[in-house]
């Protein structure tokens, strides 16, 4: 195996400058969009980066597994969701029972509430960043 051992990356017209650093502290490690409503235990995903399955555990409760690990569960968590008609609706990332168990460095539940109950949405938009 090679490795490539640059101090700036550039896109072939020069442009859109990247450190090491910064790929490895501020892009997202994993994004999903999927279908919240969708039949079956495996959600349908939309589309992703570094995202294997999205598990349903119930109503409005999904695991999101990373294909690559996070380096520790450290990391922040960001979403949103479309798909509810009333206005009165909150997307929360919230480890099951408040506790920081289900922030994995392999995966990550997340809950999805309108007008304070577990529901459904029909599309759900997560995205995580750290190390």
Known sequence: MSTLKVNNLQDINGANNSTPEQIAQ?????????EGDSSGT??????SFNVSTVTDNGTGDF????????????????GGHVGFSNGRNAFRVR????????????????????????SDATRIYVAGFGD
């Open 26 to 34: 501020g892009r997202a490690k994993f994004w999903v969009t999927f």
């Open 63 to 78: 695991t999101i597994n990373f294909t690559n690990n996070f380096s520790n569960n450290n990391y922040c968590v960001l």
């Open 42 to 47: 495996n959600k349908t995903i939309n589309d």
């Open 95 to 118: 480890p099951d029972g408040g506790m920081a168990t289900n922030q994995l460095v392999s995966s990550v539940r997340i809950q999805v509430t309108a007008d304070g109950s577990l």
